[in-house]
Antibody, heavy 122, light 113 residues
């Protein structure tokens, strides 16, 4: 079964750090670009970051640039999001998502994880 | 950034009736080199993660019932549920994947009247 499972969320104080993980299974992880998308409570979907297949290229939303780092370990079939300098406005469910096609053509997210909740509060 | 504007914010439709959701982008999503619209629709049921319904504006993802259809091109797009079922209660999001940052519409909540 094709699956993404996030972990690592929790309660953290403002200014703190957290590392999210996303374990992939059931497909060739190293062939797909991967993304993080977040959703604040009761709000819509917001794209956060993406990484190419070998990890050599990363892109970030302006709101997290310089604070968040996306990475991947293809040997472990795992995607990561290192979050530092966390703010109250980073509170959200964080989803990892797979870009559907394995070619360079842009494509939407065909597989999503179940999400992990990050709460930034004192 | 490309701004995606959905309408309405919510709608209530009777079972078996048609539901129509609109999405407008602030710039064209039609890529001239391949004549494809880099546009998708997702469904998010309560307590679940989003699910891809439609891509390239009108191509149904595998397994998606044919009562769901997408249309439109350029900057104006529509998702139609031809005969609403109880299991279609959800929030629907449009998304552009034409350029970074990838952006979503604000969502349309579909309920049963």
């Amino acid at each position: 079964e094709v699956q993404l499972v996030e972990s690592g969320g929790g309660l953290v104080q403002p200014g703190g750090s957290l590392r999210l993980s996303c374990a992939a299974s059931g497909f060739i992880f190293s062939s797909h670009w991967m993304h993080w998308v977040r959703q604040a409570p009761g709000k819509g979907l917001v794209w956060v970051s993406r990484i190419n297949t070998d990890g050599s290229s990363t892109t970030y939303a302006d709101s997290v640039m310089g604070r968040f780092t996306i990475s991947r370990d293809n040997a472990k079939n795992t995607l990561y999001l290192q979050m530092t300098g966390l703010r109250a406005e980073d509170t959200a469910v964080y989803y990892c998502a797979r870009r559907g096609m394995t070619t360079v053509t842009p494509f939407p997210f065909d597989i999503w994880g179940q999400g992990t909740m990050v709460t930034v509060s004192s | 950034d490309i701004v995606m504007t959905q309408s309405p914010d919510s709608l209530a439709v009777s079972l078996g009736e048609r539901a129509t959701i609109n999405c407008k982008s602030s710039q064209s999503l039609l890529y001239n080199s391949d004549n494809k619209n880099y546009f998708a629709w997702y469904q998010q049921k309560p307590g679940q993660s989003p699910k891809l319904l439609i891509y390239w504006a009108s191509t149904r993802e595998s397994g998606v019932p044919d009562r769901f259809s997408g249309s439109g091109s350029g900057t104006d797009f529509t998702l139609t549920i031809s005969s609403l079922q109880a299991e279609d209660v959800a929030v629907y999001y449009c998304q552009q994947y034409y350029s970074i940052p990838l952006t979503f519409g604000g969502g349309t909540k579909v309920e049963i009247k």
